[in-house]
């Protein structure tokens, strides 16, 4: 075989980078070069490793300038009532978030009052509440800049795990309830949506409380401050009675939640069968007229079940408060257990692939 001529070197002329300035400026006019950043905090040094992977944001004192066009779209991760949730990235520090962008035919005024609530809501002081790290109003759309949670919402791992064991559902409680007792007692606030798909998971067990205030938001924008958006299946039934109501609300919401993870279905049906779903009046009748729900003690620990109807009250007088739940029996019983949450949901299918 006739061997091939070698290939003359090819000689490429590179052009000479241009190093004005504007060519390091982002679009919040922050100059970045090499692991320089110079913003109006000042000068910062940042890892600029291009080989790891992105990374979610760690930090609450997570301090990027941000603008909308510093953020490159991944991909949607998720659709609600309000909008969309995207994964974005920060264009040149590779860190992941999620953004929600909802929609909004809004007045000025009202536009201004929900973009200062939001800013009031942001940066959370609590690690099982979701930091919102900025939001915008642009083009009749906010849009919010959250920290990403990278295995989805609770809602996600339902749609996998048939249920959720009790020594699981402990360590899940131990954390919603600590977000709680952050926005009961610390923040004053009642998150008035507790659902599976506004509690949210990470890689390393974490579990944290979104939305909050995002319902309180759209019912704003509506121009009627307590119009509920969203789903009635997990709302306390002096709510849906119209009746005052306050942070015992909540823990009927996570009572709810935590029963439907551990029988692996909503309380309120019999089967996962279409067929049995009550229809909406129904289950508000159901909800407000009925009797509670209750685990089954046959199937379930006393704690358990002590746990699930310290939550699930109609009277909310009766039911307990965030802070005397977190020194339950059901929680103190696998605490010294080393019990990691991150096992449970690295079994299972991420609910959307890494970006590549
Ligand atoms: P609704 O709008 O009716 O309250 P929802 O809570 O499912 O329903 P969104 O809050 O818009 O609607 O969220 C949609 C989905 O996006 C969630 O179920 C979750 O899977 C995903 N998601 C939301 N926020 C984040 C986040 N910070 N990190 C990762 N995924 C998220
Ligand atoms: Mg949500």
Known sequence: MKLKKPVKELKLSVPVQDTSVSSFLTASGTFHDGDLLLNQKGLRLISDDNDSPPQPAESKEFDLQFSLEDLETIKVIGKGSGGVVQLVRHKWVGTLFALKVIQMNIQEDIRKQIVQELKINQGSQCPHVVVCYHSFYHNGAISL?????????????????????????????????????????????????????????????????????????????????????GTYNYMAPERISGSTYDYKSDIWSLGMVTLECAIGRFPYIQSEDQQDWPSFYELLEAIVGGSPPSAPPDQFSPEFCSFISACIQKDPRDRSSSLDLLNHPFLKKFEDKDIDLGILVASLEPPISFPR
């Open 145 to 229: 800049v959250l920290e990403y949670m990278d295995r989805g919402s609770l809602a996600d791992v339902l749609r996998q795990v048939k249920t959720v064991l009790e020594p699981y559902l402990a360590v899940l409680c131990k954390q919603v309830l600590q977000g709680l007792v952050y926005l009961h007692h610390e923040r004053h606030v009642i998150h008035r949506d507790i659902k599976p798909s506004n509690l949210l998971v990470n890689h390393k067990g974490e579990v944290k409380i979104t939305d909050f205030g995002v319902s309180a938001m759209l019912a704003s924008s509506m121009g009627q401050r307590d119009t509920f958006v």
